[in-house]
């Protein structure tokens, strides 16, 4: 099922060997910019045109009421309920100890620089509703900034005809949960674009129902299709974004003690996504290759979502790359840079350990990526098609900013004022030299 690159005995560079989803961000940017362009001009007019549009309802408000929040957790199944509270308080477990704390350094008697962490003050939100339903992503988002302390948190999901033009019930029931009370019902594009410019257009004195009334965000995090992607990518600079999420991926690192059903399993799970979605298996074993390719075949066949597996997993961007060695694996992993790492071999921690880059790394047979994608307390907001080899995925970092605070005394400034002014000469800013002068008139050391 999987197509084979055979690296044994090739001393080369993987990196354009390797199968990857091939996502045209360019083009879907110049498909959609009028959107994003309507709704800077018009606001909640163009939200609510494109809403239609796209979604096929036009909701009679953006914002969803705090008691269809309530009810809708009110109505959540204790299961589903009892295993959100599990994700939440795990994922809170682990964010609360990536709180940074203010460092003051004395750099000389009198000249200190601290370094403050702030929080970004409003972050935007966006959680998916296509394919699937994700109020896990709702827990991804939340609990970092929750834990960065950002003041207002807003989240944009797009409406649903089944619900009445609300997004999913179970997004809403989470968002509850967690304590977040302003959440629109605006999804794709739009949603990106009403985050970053708010929804009153261009006319700021426009007056418009508070419950249609978004402020624009500084931050905007959560994944999304090439669409929400191609709106980060233009409303960047505007606002902060996390990253231009792709669709997701996995790579298992593999030798023959790895079991096939296992490694099957995980590939299916992350296909199951979208058509799109990349599964890797990269192995010094050809006997286990065949045995995963073996039970993909029968274990797709038992799966809801068979077709749309299927199409990724004989995707061009799915497939095994055969290795000489496990270092030769370790070449590849990190040349591939896979969103989610799964490391299935002998001493699995100590190879885990020596992997550079990936998003998040899940180590030996009892840690699959569906354990991170829920309850692991890890974020499974993360960066894919290579970028894990220099950005990382969602935590608290994320939404922090660092500021630092000079503080000097008249004679620390005296003491390096001739610096000053020699590196302001070399620079030909003169200027900048004369801001430190002028502070000394008279002092010829100065």
């Given amino acids: 099922m999987l197509t084979r690159i055979d690296l044994r005995g090739r001393d080369v560079d993987p990196r354009s060997l390797l199968p990857r989803a091939q996502l045209d961000v360019s083009q879907a940017v110049e498909q959609i910019r009028p959107v994003i362009d309507g709704v800077r001009h018009h606001g909640v007019d163009a939200i609510q045109e494109a809403t ?11 914002r969803v009421p705090v008691e269809a929040l309530k009810e809708a957790e009110e109505r959540l199944d204790p299961e589903v309920r009892a295993a959100l509270l599990e994700a939440i308080a795990r994922t809170r477990k682990v964010h609360a100890d990536q709180r940074r704390t203010d460092v003051t350094t004395q750099v000389v008697p009198g000249g200190t620089v601290t370094e403050r962490w702030l929080p970004v003050r409003r972050v935007g939100l966006y959680v998916p509703g296509g394919l699937a339903m994700y109020p896990s992503t709702v827990v991804m988002n939340v609990v970092p900034a929750q834990a960065a302390g950002v003041e207002a948190l807003v989240v944009a999901s797009p409406p649903q005809k089944e619900a009445g033009g609300l997004p999913d019930e179970r997004v809403l029931a989470a968002c509850s949960l967690l304590g977040v009370d302003e959440v629109y019902a605006v999804g794709g594009s739009q949603a990106i674009a009403m985050l970053a410019y708010g929804s009153r257009g261009s006319d700021l004195e426009r007056e418009l129902d508070p419950a249609d009334d978004c402020e624009p965000v500084d931050l905007i995090t959560g994944p999304g ?30 030798d023959d003690t790895a079991d096939p059903r296992h490694v099957a399993a995980d590939l299916i799970s992350q296909a199951e996504h979208d058509p799109l979605a990349a599964s890797v298996l990269v192995t010094t074993s050809a006997e286990l290759a065949d045995a995963v390719d073996a039970e993909l075949v029968r274990q797709v066949s038992l799966t809801k979502h068979m077709e749309r597996i299927r199409i990724a997993l004989t995707g061009e961007q799915s497939g095994v790359v055969l290795v000489g060695s496990l270092d030769q694996g370790l070449r590849v992993v990190d040349a591939y840079a896979a969103e989610h790492l799964e490391i299935q071999t002998r001493d699995a921690r100590d190879i885990a350990m020596r992997v550079r880059n990936a998003g998040a790394i899940f180590v030996g047979p009892w840690a699959p990526v569906s354990l991170g994608d829920y309850c692991a307390g890890s974020n499974h907001v993360l960066p894919t098609g290579g970028c894990a080899r220099h950005s990382s995925g969602l935590s608290v970092q994320s939404f922090l900013r660092g500021v630092h605070v000079v503080e000097y005394t008249e004679e620390a400034l005296r003491d390096v004022a001739h610096h000053v002014v020699t590196l302001a000469t070399v620079e030909d800013l003169p200027a900048h030299g004369q801001a430190v002068t002028a502070r000394f008139p008279g002092d010829g050391a100065a």
């Fill in 52 to 62: 239609e549009r796209f979604d096929g309802i036009r909701p009679a408000r953006l």
């Fill in 225 to 254: 299709n090439v669409w929400v992607t191609a709106a980060k990518r233009l409303v960047r600079g505007v606002v902060g974004i996390d990253a231009e999420a792709g669709p997701t991926e996995i790579a298992v690192l593999a």
